[in-house]
Nanobody
């Protein structure tokens, strides 16, 4: 049974920072590609960031590039999302996702599609006040 548990959300002022964590209760976490998505009220869920199983590849949505950083600690079965320079438009529920399909992913869209079809956490709320 795959379980992903997000934490670290909260209320922060614009310009502030938060670090989200996603703890995975899985075997062989080091073989999972991982990512973060978010969903704002009344909007569709959107991709935020992805990291390959080896941490050698990362992808970011244009809206967060340069402000957010995804990382992972395979020894702790955890993936992180460091969010800096937060804006009110970053307000959303943030979801962790994991891909263990074994497919060869070679592009941004490959990672997004694979993660969307994978495992999901329950989400953590991030609210950025202006």
């Amino acid at each position: 049974q795959v379980q992903l548990v997000e934490s670290g959300g909260g209320l922060v002022q614009a310009g502030g920072s938060l670090r989200l964590s996603c703890a995975a209760s899985v075997r062989s976490f080091g073989s999972y590609n991982m990512g973060w998505f978010r969903q704002a009220p009344g909007k569709e869920r959107e991709f935020v960031a992805a990291i390959s199983w080896s941490a050698g590849i990362t992808y970011y949505a244009d809206s967060v590039k340069g402000r957010f950083t995804i990382s992972r600690d395979n020894a702790k079965n955890t993936v992180y999302l460091q969010m800096n320079s937060l804006k009110p438009e970053d307000t959303a529920v943030y979801y962790c996702a994991g891909d263990h399909s074994g497919a060869r992913l070679t592009s941004y869209s490959d990672y997004v599609e694979a993660l969307q079809s994978g495992y999901w956490g329950q989400g953590t709320q991030v609210t950025v006040s202006s």
